[in-house]
């Protein structure tokens, strides 16, 4: 199973980009997964009835992945882990790693936050792209 970000999406979504092909694998093999935060930043950005219809059947069928148990207190204490280290992140993208390193799944993403994160010494996979 893998965590597919917001980012990947949309690459999906346009049919181009790094992450479209590997995002259509994970869907065939039933292998893509979503938490809370990725599906608020998909849900509020349908451009318009039709498109969202289509895209929420896709959702559908991906794995959900459990809320963590301290998911607020483990995002806030990723991020001043990380603010020690001298660097920032969104707080949705703490939010997304702490579901990632909760479940101990990779992510998929094009976003460089995910990778300020495993740059600041924190174990979050991340699915290498070519």
């Not at 917001?6 to 065939?28: K, M, Q």
Request: hydrophobic share 50%; charged share 25%.
């Amino acid at each position: 199973m893998v965590l597919v970000d917001t980012s990947a999406w949309i690459d999906f979504f346009r049919g181009s980009g790094s992450c479209a092909a590997p995002v259509d694998a994970l869907l065939v093999s039933g292998e893509a997964a979503l938490c809370g935060p990725i599906v608020t930043e998909l849900r509020r950005g349908f451009g318009s009835p039709a498109e969202r219809r289509r895209v929420m059947s896709l959702l559908d069928a991906c794995h959900d992945l459990p809320e963590p148990a301290r998911l607020w207190q483990e995002a806030g204490d990723l991020g001043y882990a990380i603010r020690r280290r001298g660097a920032t992140v969104k707080s949705l993208d703490l939010l997304i790693a702490t579901y990632a390193l909760a479940a101990a799944v990779p992510l998929l993403t094009r976003d460089a936050d995910f990778r300020i994160i495993r740059a600041a010494g924190i174990p979050l996979d991340l699915v290498e792209l070519p």
